[in-house]
């Protein structure tokens, strides 16, 4: 189960960290990341990380999200938003995914926590 969690109401400029940390898994999750929608909108990607560090970054918060994982809690990772704008606005969701080969076949799995609520007001 995937828990989010530092959503709240900031004004434009300013920081929040989100976190995410997946509980009861004995295994390590391959990438962690958010995704965000906002009303009337589908969901998009924020930021993603893999388990060895590599990161992806949606055009519009490069220069100003971090998205970085936990060196001692496994399967935990953080979103750092800097200069928050108001399009920014939106429910973030965290998201994992776990990779599996088995016989040579390639499984993917998917997971997702609730959503976050971060509002930024002009």
């Known amino acids: 189960q995937l828990q989010a969690s530092g959503g709240g109401l900031v004004q434009a400029g300013g920081s929040l960290r989100l976190s995410c940390s997946a509980s009861?898994?004995?295994?390590?999750?391959?990438?962690m990341g958010w995704y965000r929608q906002s009303p009337g909108k589908q969901r998009d990607l924020v930021a993603t990380?893999?388990?060895?560090?590599?990161?992806?970054y949606a055009d519009s918060v490069k220069g100003r999200f971090t998205i970085s994982r936990d060196n001692v809690v496994r399967n935990k990772a953080y979103l750092q938003m800097n200069n928050l704008e108001p399009d920014d606005s939106a429910v973030y969701y965290c998201?994992?995914?776990?990779?599996?080969?088995?016989?040579?076949?390639?499984?993917?799995?998917?997971?997702w926590g609730q959503g976050t609520q971060v509002t930024v007001s002009s």
């Open positions: 998201k994992a995914l776990r990779i599996t080969i088995n016989g040579g076949t390639r499984h993917e799995y998917d997971y």
């Open positions: 009861g898994t004995v295994f390590s999750l391959d990438r």
């Open positions: 990380i893999t388990s060895g560090g590599v990161t992806e």
